[in-house]
């Protein structure tokens, strides 16, 4: 056996392992792509199961407190309790002034 053929032979020893190595990528490929597959395939049967859920709920007969007009009337509430929240600290204030002048009162009232 000449040297051109065991060069020869070493070439197609190399080809045969890339060829294999290839086969196995591809392999782990088809793999991926068929749990991708199944992943999406899921995912959707997910999402229509939710879209009809959704659905459901919303011909369901709505509670009193969900109905536009009682949502209307709770927005009110909270702006009032808003505007009151505004207003304490203003009267706290008022209190402390009135707090102060009560003592400059009895402090005048000693000193005489």
Same mark, same amino acid.
């Given at each position: 056996?000449?040297?051109?053929? @065991?060069?020869?032979? /070493?070439?197609?020893? $190399?080809?045969? &392992?890339?060829? @294999?190595?290839?086969? @196995?990528?591809?392999? $782990?490929?088809?793999?991926?792509?068929?749990?991708?597959?199944?992943?999406?395939?899921?995912?959707?049967?997910?999402?229509? !199961?939710?879209? %009809? =859920?959704?659905? $459901?709920?919303?011909? +369901?007969? &709505? $509670?009193?407190?969900?109905?536009? /007009?009682?949502?209307? %009337? +709770?927005? #009110?509430?909270?702006?009032?309790?808003? /505007? !009151?929240?505004?207003?304490?600290? *203003?009267? %706290?204030?008022? =209190?402390?002034?009135?707090?102060?002048? +009560?003592? #400059?009162? /009895?402090?005048? *009232?000693? #000193?005489?």
């Amino acid at each position: 056996m000449n040297t051109r053929q @065991k060069a020869k032979g /070493k070439r197609q020893k $190399a080809k045969g &392992k890339r060829q @294999k190595a290839k086969g @196995k990528r591809q392999k $782990a490929k088809g793999k991926r792509q068929k749990a991708k597959g199944k992943k999406q395939k899921a995912k959707g049967k997910r999402q229509k !199961a939710k879209g %009809k =859920r959704q659905k $459901a709920k919303g011909k +369901r007969p &709505k $509670a009193k407190g969900k109905r536009p /007009k009682a949502k209307g %009337k +709770r927005q #009110k509430a909270k702006g009032q309790r808003q /505007k !009151a929240k505004g207003k304490r600290p *203003k009267a %706290k204030g008022k =209190r402390q002034k009135a707090k102060g002048q +009560r003592q #400059k009162a /009895k402090g005048k *009232k000693q #000193k005489r």
